[in-house]
């Protein structure tokens, strides 16, 4: 692995990682919020030592991706997400790669699938549902619960601690979404760098705020909103995995979403994993990767 690299996109200088450069087939990992591409790191050698060129961007609002223009607006939407990952395999010329992502990850390899046909040869989602992006979605009491960070993010006093606490805020999240004693203090600082950048604290305010209705979006992903709501079918092999201890997105989040694939679509339980089954457990994620991509 290299320190960060750049690559020029429309809207971004998008930071990545990049391990095993001359692999024969390409994935590209995709973290979550509130963590950095370093959450990678224990899974990105062993996908690359099973061949594959790895590639771990910083989403945008994530340090040291940046805005390469101060007039565009620090929008965190789903479909904003979606169409950078697309913006990133353009750029970098990759031919229909592996996606895997965690959390808002997640979200952004499934709406990019959702904006273009066999831009991947698989997708894997980790610790959330696909067809979860409706504002107007029905969840459980105890799942309203779970989003506790969301609604308080929709108020000042939520602005104020996103702006101005934002470490002890995030924090917060790692402390209580999977079972205590899970992470080290190194491994929390080391991702902790990528919410100190400029835009950290905008981007993810706009995007709690937005996919609940309360804030408009930017205007050039209209198009893209309204393809992706109702979530599109989508027809490529994909497999969700799930800690049965996540306490962020409830795992019955990830349950009986087969209706939403024409292709093989494949779930895996976790037990005893929080959240972030990609720091917990890395070595179970990267074999059900290798194993699933493996095939058609």
Same mark, same amino acid.
């Given at each position: 692995?290299?320190?960060? /690299?750049?690559?020029?996109?429309?809207? =971004?200088?998008? #930071?990545? @990682?990049?391990?095993? !450069?001359?692999?024969? %087939?390409? &994935?590209?990992?995709?973290?979550?919020?509130?963590?950095?591409?370093?959450?990678?790191?224990?899974?990105?050698?062993?996908? /690359?030592?099973?061949?594959?060129?790895? =590639?771990?961007? #910083?989403? @945008?609002?994530?340090? !040291?991706?940046?805005? %390469?223009? &101060?007039?565009?607006?620090?929008?965190?939407?789903?479909?904003?997400?979606?169409r950078d990952l697309l913006d990133f395999i353009d750029a970098l010329d990759l031919r229909r790669p592996v996606?895997?992502?965690?959390?808002?990850?997640?979200?952004?390899?499934?709406?990019?699938?959702?904006?273009?046909?066999?831009?991947?040869?698989?997708?894997?989602?980790?610790?959330?549902?696909?067809?979860?992006?409706?504002?107007?979605?029905?969840?459980?009491?105890?799942?309203?619960?779970?989003?506790?960070?969301?609604?308080?993010?929709?108020?000042?006093?939520?602005?104020?601690?996103?702006?101005?606490?934002?470490?002890?805020?995030?924090?917060?999240?790692?402390?209580?979404?999977?079972?205590?004693?899970?992470?080290?203090?190194?491994?929390?600082?080391?991702?902790?760098?990528?919410?100190?950048?400029?835009?950290?604290?905008?981007?993810?305010?706009?995007?709690?705020?937005?996919?609940?209705?309360?804030?408009?979006?930017?205007?050039?992903?209209?198009?893209?909103?309204?393809?992706?709501?109702?979530?599109?079918?989508?027809?490529?092999?994909?497999?969700?995995?799930?800690?049965?201890?996540?306490?962020?997105?409830?795992?019955?989040?990830?349950?009986?979403?087969?209706?939403?694939?024409?292709?093989?679509?494949?779930?895996?339980?976790?037990?005893?994993?929080?959240?972030?089954?990609?720091?917990?457990?890395?070595?179970?994620?990267?074999?059900?990767?290798?194993?699933?991509?493996?095939?058609?």
């Amino acid at each position: 692995m290299t320190e960060y /690299a750049f690559v020029t996109t429309p809207q =971004l200088e998008i #930071a990545y @990682r990049q391990w095993n !450069p001359h692999g024969i %087939r390409t &994935a590209v990992l995709l973290h979550g919020w509130p963590d950095s591409p370093a959450c990678w790191n224990a899974v990105a050698p062993a996908l /690359a030592d099973a061949g594959y060129r790895v =590639l771990a961007p #910083a989403l @945008r609002g994530f340090a !040291p991706t940046r805005f %390469r223009d &101060a007039a565009t607006p620090r929008s965190g939407q789903l479909a904003a997400l979606g169409r950078d990952l697309l913006d990133f395999i353009d750029a970098l010329d990759l031919r229909r790669p592996v996606l895997v992502g965690h959390d808002w990850g997640a979200r952004a390899a499934a709406n990019a699938c959702g904006l273009r046909e066999r831009v991947a040869s698989h997708l894997v989602m980790l610790s959330v549902g696909y067809g979860t992006n409706d504002p107007n979605q029905s969840i459980s009491l105890q799942q309203a619960r779970n989003y506790w960070y969301h609604w308080f993010m929709a108020t000042p006093r939520g602005e104020r601690t996103v702006r101005e606490e934002r470490r002890a805020f995030a924090r917060r999240m790692w402390d209580t979404w999977s079972p205590a004693g899970w992470y080290n203090e190194a491994d929390f600082d080391q991702a902790a760098q990528a919410f100190d950048g400029p835009d950290w604290a905008d981007v993810v305010l706009h995007s709690y705020r937005h996919r609940w209705g309360f804030v408009g979006g930017d205007a050039r992903f209209a198009a893209d909103e309204k393809r992706l709501n109702p979530a599109p079918l989508l027809s490529i092999p994909t497999l969700a995995i799930h800690g049965t201890a996540d306490t962020c997105n409830d795992p019955e989040s990830s349950s009986g979403r087969e209706r939403f694939f024409s292709a093989r679509y494949e779930r895996l339980l976790l037990d005893g994993i929080g959240h972030f089954p990609q720091r917990e457990s890395p070595s179970r994620v990267s074999d059900a990767i290798v194993r699933f991509c493996s095939t058609e």
